[in-house]
């Protein structure tokens, strides 16, 4: 008998917040899916102007997420936590969340109140104030 495997998505997330402004340890991405009912971790990459993760998980599935550093610093949002959910998602100044594909990758950025498909491109960014 087959089972039938549930489509995945990977989606690269970049970060350019104030741990890798302010830190020259390794940053890791600590992120769940579905409200943090799974959780995970992954090491960042350093590019020239930013770290760098892929992660992949079940399609239409929300993602949580933080950050932190080896020397015990956090960026959770001042408390609220990171998160994007495919088609409603949240932009933030200091995050960019990329659908990864064989061909191109193409950007996927909205905020709270504009639906837009996976493949579609918005730029509104959250202040840091709120």
């Given at each position: 008998?087959?089972?039938?495997?549930?489509?995945?998505?990977?989606?690269?997330?970049?970060?350019?917040?104030?741990?890798?402004?302010?830190?020259?340890?390794?940053?890791?991405?600590?992120?769940?899916?579905?409200?943090?009912?799974?959780?995970?971790?992954?090491?960042?990459?350093?590019?020239?102007?930013?770290?760098?993760?892929?992660?992949?998980?079940?399609?239409?599935?929300?993602?949580?997420?933080?950050?932190?550093?080896?020397?015990?610093?956090?960026?959770?949002?001042?408390?609220?936590?990171?998160?994007?959910?495919?088609?409603?998602?949240e932009t933030y100044s200091c995050v960019e969340i990329n659908e990864a594909s064989a061909s191109a990758p193409k950007a996927v950025?909205?905020?709270?109140?504009?639906?837009?498909p996976a493949t579609k491109k918005t730029t509104t960014r959250k202040s840091k104030s709120e």
């Open positions: 008998m087959r089972t039938k495997k549930n489509a995945e998505t990977t989606y690269e997330l970049r970060y350019t917040g104030w741990l890798a402004e302010n830190c020259n340890a390794p940053i890791y991405l600590h992120y769940g899916t579905q409200n943090w009912t799974e959780v995970s971790e992954e090491k960042m990459r350093k590019l020239k102007n930013c770290y760098k993760a892929e992660v992949t998980v079940p399609s239409t599935t929300s993602i949580s997420f933080c950050f932190r550093d080896t020397e015990g610093n956090w960026d959770n949002n001042a408390g609220n936590d990171y998160w994007y959910t495919p088609s409603i998602g950025k909205s905020t709270k109140s504009a639906k837009a």
